[in-house]
C-alpha cells in the first residue's frame, strides 16, 4: 500500500478507527525500510520513540478523547535539530556519536500536537550547503529529479516530503536551506519570519538567521504544521511575542486586488531560461487570479552573496567554536590542551565547515572588523530598506526561489563561489528576517521541479501562505 | 592563512591550505564589491528584531528554576570524570 496520505486523512482516518496512529507509523517505517536505501535521506530513525507516541494517540481514540491536530501525522525532523535520546549528528563527524540531553521545542510542540517522530534526516554538515554534497554521510537522491541533488542544505527533510517517507518535515534555513531544497524536490517549503519560531533545541550555524520550517506536500499541510512550531517560547530570547495568525483560516481568502511586487534584479543574467518561463507563467496565472503586478526596485540584491557570506560565516565561526573535543563528539588526542582541540576539529569538520570558519575568522580578525563584518552589517540594513520601502508599495514579492533547476550530483562541488552564487534570490530575505516560501511552479520539460518564491513583509506568514496556496490551487505545479 | 588556523585552532593539513587559500582569494575578491556602496552614514544591523517585539525576552524575571541535566550532559563527553569534564593539562608546574 502506497496512499498519499496528508494531514487531514491521517487524523480523519485513525479517529474513524479505518486505521491506527500505529499502524500508519508502520507503514512509513516499511516505506522507509525499502527505499531509503537508495535516497539515503534518514539517518537516524527512532522507531521507539515514533510507536510509544503512536500508541498514546491510539489510546485516546480507544478512550473517545478528542484528537490533537496532528494526531498520528509521521515527521520527519532535520539532524541539526535536538532530539531527545536520538543521535543528532549535524551531518558531521565532529557530532556522530552526540545524543541530545534535551528536545528542541519546535519537536516538542508538534509531539504535544500529536505528531510521531519518525527521525532524523541528512543534511550539509551544520546546515552549510545548497547540494547535500557537504555531509559526512554521503548525499541524498533527489526523488523528484534521479540523479541531481534534492539541494540543500535541508536535502533530507525535502526528499523524504517528496518520496512520500514523511508527511511534513521540518527544516532550518539560514541563507534559503528550507527553501531551495524545497523547490529542487517539487514540495512546498516555508521560512517563517526571524523569531516567528523557537530556535531552542536548534544547534546553532549563524545565529541572527537561523529559523526552524516546514515542508509538506501541499500548501495546507505546510501551514498547519507551522502553526503548531510558531509563537513565543521563552527558551529562546530571540522569539517574538507578536500574535501567531490563523494560517489555515487565511488560505481561502480571495488573492484578487492583491498587489504583487516584481524587481527585474531578481531576474539577472545567470537565470536559467527555463526557469524564467516557468516564473513568467506563475506571475501570469497570479494576474488570471485578479492580483496587481507592481514593478519595484530592490537596488541591492547583488550585494546580498556578499553580506551574506561575511555575516554567516562571522557568526558560524563563533558558534562552531564550541567543538573542541571536552564536552561531546569523539576527540583526538594532543600533548597539550591547544593540541588537542586543533587537532579534534581537524578531524571532526568537512572541508566546507573549515572553509566557513576561515573566513569567519578571518573576516572577524583584528584589522579586518571593519572592513568586512562591520561593512557587512551595514549593507545589510541597506538590503532590509529595500524590502522596507517595497512593502510599502506592494504586499507580497515575487522571485524564483533559484536561478537554476536542480543540477547533476557532483556538478559543482569543486567551485565554492558558483556554489554560492545558486543561493542569490534567498539570502535577501534571509538577511531582512521576512517569512518566505517556496511553492511549486511547473517542471521543466515535466521532470526538473521549479520552485516560485514569496516573500512577506515581517510577519506576514498568513499572507505569504494565502498566495502560496492560490498558486498551488490553480495548478501552478504543473504549469 | 596559517594565522587564522592559528586564531580558529584548527589542524590544516598543506593541501587543504593550498585550496584554501586560492578560494577565500577568490571569495574575498567577490566581497571586496561591497566597497562599491557607501555606507558612512548607514546604521548597522546585527539583529532584525526591534526590542518590543521580545519585550518579556529582556525583562523577564530572574527566577530559579530546577535543572538536572547535568549527569546527561556529562555522559557525551568524550573523556568525563564526573563532576568534571577531564581534558590534557593546561598549566605546567
Known sequence: ?479 | MLRVADLAYLDLSEAELETYRAQIDEILEYIGKLNELDTSKVEPMAQVLSDHQTADATLREDLVVPSAVAEDVLKQAPDPEPPYFRVPKVIER
Open chain 1, 1 to 479: 500500500m502506497n496512499e498519499t496520505w496528508t494531514i487531514t486523512s491521517v487524523r480523519e482516518a485513525i479517529a474513524a478507527k479505518k486505521t491506527s496512529a500505529r499502524e500508519i507509523a508502520a507503514e512509513y517505517y516499511r516505506r522507509i525500510a525499502e527505499r531509503n536505501g537508495k535516497l539515503n535521506a534518514y539517518l537516524t530513525l527512532c522507531e521507539g520513540r515514533a510507536y510509544a507516541q503512536a500508541d498514546r494517540i491510539d489510546a485516546l481514540v480507544a478512550a473517545g478523547k478528542p484528537l490533537p491536530p496532528l494526531a498520528g501525522v509521521p515527521i520527519a525532523i532535520k539532524d541539526v535539530i535536538s532530539t531527545r535520546e536520538v543521535r543528532t549528528t549535524c551531518g558531521s563527524k565532529i557530532l556522530s556519536n552526540y545524543v541530545p540531553p534535551y528536545d528542541a521545542t519546535a519537536v516538542l510542540r508538534l509531539e504535544a500536537a500529536g505528531a510521531v517522530i519518525l527521525g532524523k534526516t541528512n543534511c550539509d554538515e551544520f546546515a552549510m550547503g545548497s547540494s547535500n554534497e557537504n555531509s559526512a554521510y554521503g548525499p541524498v537522491q533527489n526523488p523528484a529529479a534521479p540523479g541531481c541533488v534534492p539541494g540543500g542544505s535541508s536535502g533530507g527533510s525535502a526528499a523524504v516530503v517528496a518520496a512520500d517517507l514523511a508527511v511534513a518535515a521540518l527544516g532550518t534555513d539560514t541563507g534559503g536551506s528550507i527553501r531551495q531544497p524545497g523547490a529542487f524536490c517539487g514540495i512546498p517549503a516555508m521560512m517563517g519570519s526571524y523569531g516567528r519560531v523557537s530556535r531552542y533545541g536548534l544547534i546553532a550555524f549563524a545565529s541572527s538567521l537561523d529559523r526552524i520550517g516546514p515542508f509538506a506536500r501541499s500548501v495546507a499541510d505546510t501551514a498547519k504544521v507551522l502553526q503548531i512550531i510558531a509563537g513565543r517560547d521563552p527558551q529562546d530570547s530571540t522569539s517574538t511575542t507578536a500574535p501567531v495568525e490563523d494560517y489555515s483560516a487565511a488560505l481561502n481568502k480571495r488573492v484578487k486586488g492583491l498587489r504583487l511586487g516584481i524587481s527585474k534584479q531578481y531576474f539577472g543574467k545567470g537565470m536559467n531560461a527555463g526557469v524564467r518561463e516557468k516564473i513568467a507563467a506563475g506571475i501570469e496565472l497570479y494576474k488570471k487570479l485578479g492580483c496587481e503586478i507592481v514593478d519595484i526596485e530592490m537596488p541591492h540584491t547583488d550585494y546580498a552573496i556578499a553580506t551574506y557570506y561575511i555575516i554567516a560565516t562571522a557568526e558560524a565561526s563563533s558558534n562552531l567554536a564550541r567543538y573542541d573535543g571536552v564536552r561531546f563528539g569523539p576527540r583526538v588526542d594532543g600533548d597539550t590542551l591547544i593540541a588537542m582541540y586543533r587537532k579534534t576539529r581537524g578531524a571532526g569538520f568537512g572541508s566546507e565547515v573549515k572553509r566557513r570558519i576561515v573566513l569567519g575568522t578571518y573576516v572577524l580578525s583584528a584589522g579586518y572588523y571593519d572592513a568586512y563584518y562591520l561593512k557587512g552589517q551595514k549593507v545589510r540594513a541597506l538590503i532590509a530598506n529595500d524590502f522596507r520601502k517595497a512593502f510599502e508599495k506592494v504586499d507580497a514579492i515575487v522571485t524564483p526561489t533559484s536561478p537554476v533547476p536542480p543540477f547533476r550530483l557532483g556538478e559543482r562541488t569543486n567551485d565554492p563561489l558558483q556554489m554560492y552564487l545558486a543561493d542569490i534570490y534567498t539570502v535577501t530575505g534571509s538577511l531582512a528576517g521576512l517569512p518566505g516560501i517556496s511553492v511549486p511552479c511547473g517542471r521543466l520539460e515535466g521532470k526538473l521541479p521549479v520552485g516560485l518564491q514569496i516573500f512577506g513583509p515581517a510577519f506576514g506568514e498568513a499572507r505569504v501562505l494565502q498566495l502560496a496556496h492560490a498558486l498551488e490551487q490553480a495548478g501552478g505545479a504543473t504549469l
